[in-house]
């Protein structure tokens, strides 16, 4: 009972690490703050658990499969939301604004289902 309890910290754990480390990795290249990341990672988990439900798709493949995906979506996200901001010279306020409007609507999208 205990080594499973232990077994899941260590996941959320890992979890915690790899959103912390994008989110860092973002703000030294963008200069601000992109709370859609989060959005993203909750997709790729919806994502990767709708493919594990397939039969004979194992979970690790399900993931393997919804890491593209996600980051095709997120490319797609960061051409049609941010790259005209960045091209109008956009202030870091306007910037991060759009981000947490991009959260706000994403979340609700992901709520609808």
């Known amino acids: 009972m205990y080594s499973y309890l232990a077994f899941l910290g260590i996941i959320d754990g890992f979890q915690l690490l790899f959103l912390s480390i994008a989110l860092s990795v973002l703000f030294r290249i963008e200069k601000t703050l992109n709370f859609g990341l989060a959005v993203a990672f909750t997709l790729g988990g919806y994502i990767a658990y709708e493919f594990s439900l397939l039969p004979g798709l194992p979970v690790g493949a399900a993931i393997t499969i919804a890491v593209p995906i996600v980051a095709l979506l997120g490319i797609l996200l960061d051409f049609v939301t941010f790259w005209p901001l960045y091209k ?16 706000f609507a994403s979340s609700g999208i992901l709520q609808l289902f």
């Open 88 to 103: 109008k010279n956009a202030s870091v306020l306007v910037v991060t604004t759009t981000s947490l409007g991009v959260y």
